[in-house]
């Protein structure tokens, strides 16, 4: 089993940034890819951005490229969310996700977090 707690969020004007932290414990952080996904308001949860055990590689959905950036500190068992040049649509509950593999897929994701609220007001 894998915990995850997100921290971060927050109301935000249109514009600024935050930064989103999720903490890990249970099995070895290192052995699992990381992914942020978010869901707004009667919408399906979406894939934000991924990123590999090793931090080596990340990848990022079309609409956060550019001024979302995902990070991770194996030493501190946290994967974290950069967001600038924050937008109204991105408003949602942003969640943190754990996969043997990882991907942009909801299904490719064995464990998450309870979520955290991001509100960019414009």
């Known amino acids: 089993q894998v915990q995850l707690v997100e921290s971060g969020g927050g109301l935000v004007q249109a514009g600024g940034s935050l930064r989103l932290s999720c903490a890990a414990s249970g099995r070895t952080f290192s052995d699992y890819a990381m992914g942020w996904f978010r869901q707004a308001p009667g919408k399906e949860r979406e894939f934000v951005a991924g990123?590999?055990?090793?931090?080596?590689?990340?990848f990022y959905a079309d609409s956060v490229k550019g001024r979302f950036t995902i990070s991770r500190d194996n030493a501190k068992n946290t994967v974290y969310l950069q967001m600038n040049s924050l937008k109204p649509e991105d408003t949602a509950i942003y969640y943190c996700?754990?996969?043997?593999?990882?991907?942009?897929?909801?299904?490719?994701?064995?464990?998450w977090g309870q979520g955290t609220q991001v509100t960019v007001s414009s």
């Open positions: 996700a754990a996969a043997r593999s990882g991907g942009i897929y909801f299904s490719q994701y064995d464990y």
């Open positions: 990123i590999t055990w090793s931090g080596g590689s990340t």
